[in-house]
Structures are given as structure tokens and as C-alpha cells.
């Protein structure tokens, strides 16, 4: 049929995309710098932002150098089996390189592994409060989401267990969670594999693990013969500081693998990316003092709180959860003051703000303006 104005056209185009489509409540953000610094006049290098969980010491120098290295490459597309950067992880790991896939962040690995397992018809499992990539990668492929109620704001395994259906192909955990900070011991995650049905995938997202103290970090990777179901999720965005370039990886069973392969982008790691992670590797120092430099803060942080009389989640990431009432309006008022912290209504929990830790100044001017709204 032939639309009457260009108006109606777009209407009539919009209208065909399929209602889980249009359902799709976009993901929201941390607030830039550059667009606060627009909004209310001030000079960028004025402005604090703890809402994205970045690493507040950016990239490791080996990484910098690699990416240096790497831009006279640019003008050939990057390897799109990443063998060099699989081969570095295979030998920190001691995995065979088919047994990882490459993702443009790990956000990359969570929707190839929704493409690979979900489509109409079949659903989901996950927490609530938990990272909201789950239900929007279950959402855009047309599976339902079954959202299983938290227990002390975390995963609630033997609930989530008992909510797989004869339809369920995925079962998402996030170790620790994103925003809540909770974690699960690895005693839980294995009974709770061993509970899981062997055609239901799990995805382990473990964004933070570098975070986690040496003797809790964990060696779920190397699980993947005994759950050949099991996907584990990583990322140089956080702990390795590079966000901005997007690289995460997944380990899995093989045959797995393969099939994430098939949905992944040809060429979804750009070579710059690909040369900074494979160096970022390699660099333990900076990772370990990252860790430590977040231990410091997170201290900083609870005994700020303590002084103003807040409550807040214990957290094992380089965040915290605090209880500030009206989160919305505190964040709105902390804007004011230069600082981006994370309203986390949109993860039902409308009296915390999520913020990540910063430097020792960030931590302080983060402090010292929420003494300020709070007042
Ligand atoms: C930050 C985060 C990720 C991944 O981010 P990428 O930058 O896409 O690697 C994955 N899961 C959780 C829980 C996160 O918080």
C-alpha cells in the first residue's frame, strides 16, 4: 500500500518493526563529561565522573605503547579471527584458543550468546537487580526474560535454578553483580551448574573478577569440559582500563564457540583494540595496583558513608551502592556540583546511587559534594 505523506510513511515502517522491538526501553548510559561540561558551562577538567565503573587510572602504558604501534595499521582491516590477542589468552590461561571467541566488549559476548541460543519462543533466566544487558539482548532476539527476585539485593542460585522452564536456553549470572556488587563463592556457582539442565547455556559474566582479592578469583574458565553448557564472560573494560577501545572475551566448549562465531561480526575487535588488550595481558603491575588502588577507595568510600550516616551494599567491584533516599534527586544535585554518579531506578532500585571508585581526589570531591546535597 502506498502511504499517503512521508509522515505516514515512517509510521508505517516503524509499525512492521516487531513489537519486542519497539518494547525495547534503550540503555541508559553514565552521563558523559563533555555533554555535563555543555550543559552547565564548566570546564571539563572540572568534572568527576564515577558512573561507568571505568578504570580511574585509564590504560596500562604497555597498552599505550601497543595502540601506538598499531594505528599505522589502520588502513587494513584487523585480523577477525584475532589470533594474536587468542594466542596471548590462551598462554596467560592454558586453554586452547578454539575455546575462546572475541567480542567487542564483553557485552558483545552476552548478545552473541543470546543470538547463538534465544529466539522467539524460548526465554531467559536472570536476577533481578542484575546487569541490564541480560534482559535487553533476551528482549531484542524475541525470548522472554524471567526476572527471578534477589535475595539480599544478589543471586538468589536456587531460586534462579528452580525458575529454568522447558523453554529456557540461557541462564545469566553476573559474579559479581553489576550494580549491586555481590558475589557468589565458587562452591555456589558449581552446585549451581550442576543443577542446571546441560541444554540450558549459562553465561557467567565475571567483568570484575580481576577486582576480586587473588584467592577468590575465579578459575571457572577451566570448567568447560565438565559444563560444556557454560560460557564465561571477561573484559578488558574495567580492571585493564580499556573501556573505550571495547574488547571482552568468552571461554566455552568448543563446539560453543563455534556457534557464537557464527553470529559474531567478521570483524567485531578493531586492530587498535586488539594490540592494546594482547599488551594489557601482560601487565600485571598495572592491574595489581589497580585492584589495590580500588581496595583503598572503597575504604574511602564506606567510611564516608559511615560519617554520613548512609547505608550501602557491600561490594567485591570497583563500585558501591549507597543509600541516599531519593536517588534521582541526589544525582540530579550532585550533577550540580560536578559530579556523575549513577541513578540506578532502571535496576528497581530507586533509593541507591551506584558509584564507582575513583582516584583518592575523585573520592574526595565525591564525598565532600554529597556532604553538600545531603545537608
Ligand atoms: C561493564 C560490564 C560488562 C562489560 O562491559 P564491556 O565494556 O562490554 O566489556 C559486562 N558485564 C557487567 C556485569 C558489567 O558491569
Known sequence: MKAATPVQAILDVCERAPGY???IAPYQPGKPISELAREMGLPEESIVKLASNENPRGASPKAIAA??????ETGRYPDGNGF?????????????????????GSNDVLEMAARAFLAPGTSAVYSEHAFVVYP?????????????????FGHDLEAMAKAVRGDTRVVFVANPNNPTGTW???KAVRSFLEKIPVDVLVVLD?????????????DAIRWSDEFPNLVVSRTFSKAYGLAGLRVGYGFSHPQVVDLMNRVRQPFNVSDIAQAAATAALFDDEFVEQSTLLNKHGMK?????????????????????????????????????QGVIVRPIAAYGMPEYLRVSIG???ENARFLSALATVLK
Open 184 to 186: 557468589l563463592g565458587p
Open 359 to 361: 582516584t583518592e581526589s
Open 300 to 336: 574511602t568510600l564506606t567510611e564516608g558513608f559511615l560519617r554520613l550516616g548512609l547505608s550501602w551494599i557491600p561490594s567485591r567491584g570497583n563500585f558501591v551502592c549507597v543509600k541516599v533516599g531519593k536517588g534521582a534527586e541526589v544525582f540530579q544535585r550532585l550533577l550540580k
Open 206 to 218: 565475571e567483568a570484575y573478577n580481576e577486582y576480586l582479592d587473588p584467592g577468590d578469583r575465579s
Open 84 to 104: 594474536a590477542l587468542k594466542d596471548a589468552l590462551s598462554k596467560r590461561c592454558g586453554l586452547a584458543p578454539d575455546r575462546i571467541v572475541l567480542g567487542n
Open 136 to 152: 535487553l539482548a533476551t528482549q531484542a532476539v524475541g525470548a522472554t526474560g524471567i526476572a527471578v527476585p534477589a535475595r539480599d
Open 67 to 72: 595502540m601506538r604501534i598499531a594505528i599505522g
Open 21 to 23: 522491538i519497539r518494547a
